[in-house]
């Protein structure tokens, strides 16, 4: 049985955008409607951690399977190995290391009262991240499907 990189990559690229629809439209809306407001916090922390993580594992196996994909096409002088698709993928890497690695620390340290920015003003910059990775992950998974 010969699987289909293309069809497997859309799959792929679709879940990975469901996945971050479900957090954002419902998972952490949810958790603040029912509990403390810290309580709800640390809900919505945990799921954000969790989806970066499954999010840097989505974007590894994108990235080996767009550039497998195009790897032929370079070959006979057709397309070139940075294609949108693969923009799209590094951009969705971008928006993931910044908007969650680089900032969490700083929002958890904010929430201490430490360093130059707020917590709020942090939260609006991650959250930026997190809406942008979403239509740059939709994006990918439209030309996938289309492709």
């Not at 879940?15 to 309580?39: E, M, T």
């Not at 949108?84 to 958890?108: E, R």
């Amino acid at each position: 049985m010969r699987i289909d990189l293309r069809r497997a990559a859309a799959l792929l690229a679709g879940l990975w955008a469901g996945g971050i629809l479900c957090i954002a439209a419902i998972g952490a809306p949810a958790s603040f409607a029912i509990a403390p407001r810290d309580i709800a916090g640390q809900v919505a922390g945990q799921m954000f951690a969790r989806e970066a993580y499954l999010s840097l594992g989505a974007a590894l196996i994108l990235l080996m399977a767009i550039r497998r994909r195009t790897r032929g096409d370079v070959e006979v002088g057709k397309g070139s190995v940075m294609s949108a698709n693969m923009l799209l993928v590094l951009g969705a890497l971008f928006c993931t290391v910044l908007g969650y690695f680089a900032l969490q620390p700083m929002m958890a340290a904010a929430k201490e009262g430490q360093g130059a920015l707020s917590f709020g003003a942090l939260h609006g910059v991650s959250a930026v991240f997190f809406v942008l990775k979403g239509l740059l992950i939709l994006a990918l998974a439209w030309r996938l499907s289309a492709a």
